[in-house]
């Protein structure tokens, strides 16, 4: 019977930048779907909002479409930061509250 590769942990691969997002962690169907709702809560009332600055200051087409594409990247980014710090906190207090291993007595 063929052993499955363990599977790898967050806190293996440092993020890139720090801030973008890390392919292999999001390409979980189940990540994603938790992603969803943030992305559309931020992304509805950016969206209007990137087009009516885009309107106002005279910017150009370009400028919304880089806008409307690095939003998405971006919060996927700053969530999956917000997962390291929480895993790497909790990593720190199950090592603090782990109790020390006392010496064995010698035997008399």
Known sequence: MSELPARRH???RPQRLGFLPTY????????????RPLTMAIGLPLT???FFMMVKLQWSIWTLIAASALWPSLVCGLVER????????????AALAEP???PAEPRK
């Open 24 to 35: 292999w962690f999001w390409s979980d169907p189940a990540r994603e779907a938790l992603l």
């Open 82 to 93: 917000h997962v390291r710090a929480e895993l790497r906190r909790r990593a720190l207090a």
């Open 10 to 12: 967050l806190l293996d």
């Open 100 to 102: 020390a291993a006392l």
């Open 48 to 50: 209007p909002l990137l």
